[in-house]
């Protein structure tokens, strides 16, 4: 399973940004993904998961509200808008794949990473 996000950069607060994360494998549809981020210092905290079908979502906290996390299996694609962007989102963003129906919430569930897309917020 390759992973490859794209779509980071330089916003001011306020703004949106969308994440993609396109991933190169068969039976898309058989992963739940996830995005994860970790900023400079701290450790990586998750951000949103879908489950394999994009009926069950889960968020942070901290983003809820803000972001919303898809995904399209006719394009082995997800995605991360992120609206209201607020510096303290600053960091390097990752998408990840777990085979299973489930709901994944904790890294540790997550077999597959991407390289990471950076976001930065200035304020």
């Known amino acids: 399973v390759q992973l490859q996000a794209s779509g980071g950069g330089s916003m001011q607060a306020g703004g949106s940004l969308r994440l993609s994360c396109a991933a190169s494998?068969?039976?898309?549809?058989?992963?739940?993904m996830g995005w994860f981020r970790q900023a400079p210092g701290k450790e990586r905290e998750v951000v949103a998961a879908?489950?394999?079908?994009?009926?069950?979502?889960g968020y942070a906290d901290s983003v809820k509200g803000r972001f919303t996390i898809s995904r399209d299996n006719t394009k082995n694609t997800v995605y991360l808008q992120m609206n209201s962007l607020k510096p303290e989102d600053t960091a390097v963003y990752y998408c990840?794949?777990?085979?299973?129906?489930?709901?994944?919430?904790?890294?540790?569930?997550?077999?597959?990473w991407g390289q990471g897309t950076q976001v930065t917020v200035s304020s």
């Open positions: 990840a794949a777990r085979l299973g129906l489930s709901l994944y919430r904790n890294g540790l569930d997550y077999e597959h």
């Open positions: 494998v068969h039976s898309f549809s058989n992963f739940g």
């Open positions: 879908v489950n394999w079908s994009g009926g069950y979502k």
